[in-house]
C-alpha cells in the first residue's frame, strides 16, 4: 500500500503546485503509516526537489505525452497498480482537474477535488464550496480514494532527504493528441500565476495599456506575479493567460493587490482565497471593498506612486 503522487513538471522543473501536492501526500502517508511515491512524466533534472518535500521515492516517466489527457490517465493508472496506491493525490491544477477525475472513475475511486486539509481518521477532507463562500466536509467511503489539492492550502514541508529516482514505462497506447508546435506566452523569468505568493492586479481603471508601467514595476519590486480582469484581457490590454477570476486562473495568494478593479462576483470567485487582499479603488461604493482586508479609496494614479516607493524602501531594508 502506498499513497502515489502525481508530480506536473516544466522543463525538468517540478511546478511548486506539485512540491506542494507531494508534501501533502507524504503528511497523509505518514498519517497512515505507508510511504509517499511521487511520479514524474517527463524530463526531470535529478529527483526535482521532490525527496526534500517528502517523497520515499520517485517514478519517471519519459516517453508520456503529457498533452493526451487519456494517455496520461492510462500511465497513471498503470503506476497505482505497480505501487499499489490506495490514495492518489494530484494538484488542482490543470493537469490535475483535467486527468484525476479520469483516474477515478476508472479506479471506482470517490473523488475530492480541491482539498484544504489532510482527511482526519474517518477520511472526512475540507473543501471550500460555493466559489469559497463555505467549507465543506465530504467523506471518501470507496477503497481507493482520489485527492486534487488547492494550490497554496496546505504549504511545502521541506525537509533534508532527497528520493530514488527509478524508470517507469506503461503500455499507454496510441496518443490522442499529437503537439507539433508549442508556444510560451510567459517571459523567461515570469512568475506563473497559479503559484505565485505575491500578485498585483489591475482592471479598467488603469483606463488603457499604456498605463500599465506602475503596475509591472511595482511588481517587479515585489518580485510578484502581475495579474487583470475579465474585461481587460477581452479587449485585448493584457494577454488572456492573467485573467483571474471565475471564468479565467483561480489562484490562493499570500498577498492579492487588485488596483482598479471593481470586485465583481466573478472576479471574486478567483481570488477570494488569497490569504490578504488590499483594495485600491477611487470609488469607495466598489464591491470589493467588502472582500478586502485592507483599502485605499483613492485615484490609482496618485496612490500607486506612493506605494512604488514605499516597497523600494521596504524591499531595500530587507
Not at 23 to 33: H, K, P, R
Request: a neutral charge.
Amino acid at each position: 500500500m502506498s499513497i502515489l503522487i502525481f508530480a506536473d513538471q516544466h522543463q525538468g522543473k517540478v511546478a511548486k503546485s506539485s512540491l506542494e501536492a507531494v508534501s501533502y501526500g507524504a503528511a497523509l502517508a505518514a498519517q497512515m503509516g505507508t510511504q509517499a511515491i511521487a511520479l514524474v512524466a517527463g524530463t526531470l533534472n535529478g529527483d526535482g526537489g521532490l525527496g526534500a518535500v517528502g517523497a520515499s521515492k520517485v517514478m519517471h516517466m519519459s516517453d508520456v505525452n503529457t498533452s493526451d489527457s487519456q494517455q496520461l490517465t492510462r500511465a497513471i493508472l498503470s503506476a497505482v497498480e505497480a505501487s499499489s496506491a490506495q490514495v492518489v493525490v494530484f494538484s488542482h491544477d490543470i493537469t490535475g482537474k483535467m486527468v484525476a477525475p479520469r483516474v477515478a472513475a476508472r479506479l471506482d475511486a470517490g473523488l475530492i477535488p480541491g482539498a484544504t486539509d489532510l482527511p482526519n481518521a474517518a477520511f472526512v477532507v475540507k473543501k471550500n464550496v460555493f466559489s469559497g463562500k463555505a467549507i465543506a466536509d465530504i467523506q471518501l467511503l470507496t477503497e481507493k480514494k482520489v485527492i486534487t489539492v488547492s494550490p497554496n492550502s496546505f504549504g511545502i514541508k521541506m525537509t533534508e532527504g532527497t528520493a530514488p529516482v527509478e524508470s517507469f514505462s506503461a503500455d499507454t497506447g496510441k496518443a490522442g493528441i499529437v503537439v507539433k508546435e508549442f508556444k510560451s506566452e510567459a517571459k523567461d523569468g515570469e512568475i506563473p500565476l497559479p503559484e505565485a505568493d505575491l500578485v498585483v492586479s489591475a482592471g479598467r481603471g488603469m483606463k488603457g495599456p499604456e498605463h500599465w508601467g506602475p503596475i509591472e514595476e511595482l511588481a517587479k519590486i515585489l518580485g510578484a506575479a502581475t495579474a487583470c480582469s475579465r474585461p481587460v484581457s477581452d479587449i485585448g490590454w493584457r494577454p488572456h493567460h492573467e485573467h483571474v477570476g471565475q471564468t479565467g486562473i483561480t489562484i490562493r495568494p499570500n498577498l492579492y493587490i487588485a488596483v482598479g478593479i471593481s470586485g465583481a462576483i466573478q472576479h471574486l470567485a478567483g481570488v477570494n482565497g488569497s490569504k490578504t487582499i488590499v483594495v485600491i479603488n477611487k470609488d469607495p461604493e466598489a464591491p470589493f471593498f467588502k472582500a478586502a482586508d485592507y483599502g485605499i479609496v483613492g485615484d490609482a494614479f496618485e496612490v500607486l506612486p506612493k506605494i512604488i516607493e514605499a516597497a523600494k524602501v521596504h524591499m531595500a531594508a530587507k
